[in-house]
């Protein structure tokens, strides 16, 4: 059974570097199937898919447009998880994040989430 | 706002029938995209219902069933139970904007 259990601060201040790690138990990060994702959530805009990396012979990113220029996900497979990295942060990226295994286009698996607040 | 559409809210009473639909465009549901719908209680992360339109997950009661026609969707529960009460989402795929998309989310009350 795979599980996805999420790291990283629940609070980051303006302008910085959001960090998330997400630790995978039951599957690989290097799958030649699945896709690793971060999702995130608030009220004003519902469920966000922000990103995924995922192994196909070599690595692949792919990232929502929106987020596009602050947005980094990377692979550790000494670890076996993957990480998000969002740059310049504002108090509109205070949210719920999840992270997610996606296979045949749905999403099978989900971390905890973890509440994010930008708050000086 | 969502680039799936769907209602804020739907109610019903325990034993009822109701639908949730899913409206989308050319682009994503229209264009032969799958759709997948997820049951988020409070509290919770959400947890895949239907996948691929219209297939069950093992353990998931066949109460929840799905289809998918043209540009929408539509989740189904029937003989509603106090324990549906939650929030509802599609998810599809869009081509315009090259990545995956969810819909607004449906409220449902169990009255």
């Known amino acids: 059974q795979v599980q996805l259990q999420q790291s990283g601060p629940g609070l980051v201040k303006p302008s910085q570097t959001l960090s998330l790690t997400c630790a995978i138990s039951?599957?690989?990060?290097?799958?030649?199937?699945?896709?690793w994702n971060w999702i995130r959530q608030s009220p004003s805009r519902g469920l966000e898919w922000l990103g995924r990396?995922?192994?196909?012979?070599?690595?692949?990113?792919d990232y929502a447009v929106s987020m596009k220029s602050r947005i980094t996900i990377n692979p550790d497979t000494s670890k076996n998880q993957f990480s998000l990295q969002l740059n310049s942060v504002t108090p509109e990226d205070t949210a719920v994040y999840y992270c997610?295994?996606?296979?045949?286009?749905?999403?099978?698996?989900w971390g905890q989430g973890t509440l994010v607040t930008v708050s000086s | 706002q969502s680039v799936l559409t769907q209602p804020p809210s739907v109610s019903g009473a325990p034993g009822q029938r109701v639908t949730i639909s899913c409206t989308g465009s050319?682009?994503?549901?229209?264009?032969?995209?799958?759709v997948h719908w997820y049951q988020q209680l409070p509290g919770t992360a959400p947890k895949l219902l239907i996948y691929?339109?219209?297939n069950r997950p093992s353990g998931v009661p066949d109460r929840f069933s799905g289809s998918k026609s043209g540009t929408s969707a539509s989740l189904a529960i029937t003989g509603l139970q106090a324990e549906d009460e939650g929030d509802y989402y599609c998810?599809?795929?869009?081509?315009?904007?090259?990545?995956?998309?969810f819909g607004g989310g449906t409220k449902l009350t169990v009255l």
């Open positions: 997610a295994l996606r296979d045949n286009g749905y999403f099978q698996h």
């Open positions: 039951g599957d690989s990060v290097s799958s030649n199937s699945a896709t």
């Open positions: 990396t995922y192994y196909r012979s070599k690595w692949y990113n």
């Open positions: 050319s682009s994503n549901i229209g264009a032969g995209y799958d």
């Open positions: 691929g339109n219209s």
């Open positions: 998810q599809s795929y869009d081509s315009s904007l090259s990545g995956v998309i």
